[in-house]
């Protein structure tokens, strides 16, 4: 469930466009992240072209 891009996830809390600045291992560095320093990313997703923004 949480893998899917349903808008009927049970959870849709800290859904943000990022943009990727660099990968170190498994830390992401990005930029446009509207969260406390070291709060849990649980799923990275690329945006499909046409996908509007929810």
Not at 25 to 45: C, F, H, N, Q
């Amino acid at each position: 469930m949480f893998a899917t891009r349903s808008p009927d996830r049970p959870n849709p809390i800290g859904l943000h466009r990022v943009t990727v600045l660099a990968v170190d291992g498994p830390r992401l560095r990005v930029s446009g992240l509207e969260a406390i320093d070291g709060t849990p990313v649980l799923d990275v997703k690329p945006v499909l072209p046409g996908r509007s923004e929810r």
